[in-house]
């Protein structure tokens, strides 16, 4: 048996972003949990952003963006850049996160993040009352202490990431649990 509920918003897991746009002088950061890989060649990201924030005109403002995938560490500091605005106070100086550079955009990384994408808005969509914003990636920054093999973007070290799970519709963020197996790998005993 299964219940159903019509149309709702609810989707889980998904990683808890914090999108920043700005300059080094004056950025925002928002708490996205809308955010999905979209393209491969080239890669993209996809970010929802709705227009009654601050983030939404400033990201269409500027053309430029970073995602910075949350740790369970600063929780409490991502949790506060989405139940804030921009409109109103600078986030960095509350949450003390530290700016650091993008190397090809004006828009900082946050360093307390351990891995941050810098992006170039390339197209965006007005959905209802959601912007749609599409990001090239152009750089992608990881924490060298959680990485196994410094050459090797995949041989990251997940449980030290340890990235800020966030449950849609139950409202709970969460951790990421063990690894159980090999994709497309596991699936072959069924070949
Ligand atoms: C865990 C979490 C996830 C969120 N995800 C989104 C999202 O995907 N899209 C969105 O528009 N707002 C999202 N929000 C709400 C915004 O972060 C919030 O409206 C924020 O205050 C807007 O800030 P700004 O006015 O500085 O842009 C989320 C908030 C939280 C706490």
């Keep these: 048996?299964?219940?159903?509920?019509?149309?709702?918003?609810?989707?889980?897991?998904?990683?808890?972003?914090?999108?920043?746009?700005?300059?080094?002088?004056?950025?925002?950061?928002?708490?996205?949990?809308?955010?999905?890989?979209?393209?491969?060649?080239p890669p993209t990201l996809g970010v929802s952003v709705g227009t009654s924030g601050y983030s939404g005109n400033e990201i269409l403002k500027n053309k430029h963006f970073t995602v910075n995938i949350a740790s369970v560490d600063i929780m409490i500091e991502a949790d506060f850049c989405g139940i804030t605005s921009g409109k109103d106070i600078d986030k960095f100086e509350k949450t003390g996160f530290t700016k650091m550079q993008s190397k090809h955009i004006p828009s900082p990384i946050i360093k307390e993040c351990p891995l941050n994408f810098e992006c170039k808005l390339v197209k965006s969509s007005l959905v209802g009352t959601t912007n749609h914003f599409v990001g090239e990636i152009l750089e992608v920054h990881m924490d060298t202490n959680k990485l196994q093999d410094v050459n090797k973007p995949g041989s990251f070290d997940v449980e030290a990431m340890n990235p800020l799970i966030y449950v849609g519709g139950a409202r709970e963020y969460r951790k990421i649990g063990e690894k159980i197996g090999d994709a497309y790998q596991i699936g072959k005993s069924l070949k």
């Excluded at 609810?10 to 914090?18: A, D, G, K, W």
């Design 1 to 41: 048996m299964k219940t159903t509920f019509g149309p709702q918003k609810i989707l889980f897991p998904m990683p808890t972003s914090l999108v920043v746009t700005g300059t080094m002088e004056k950025a925002n950061i928002v708490t996205i949990a809308w955010v999905t890989l979209l393209t491969s060649a």
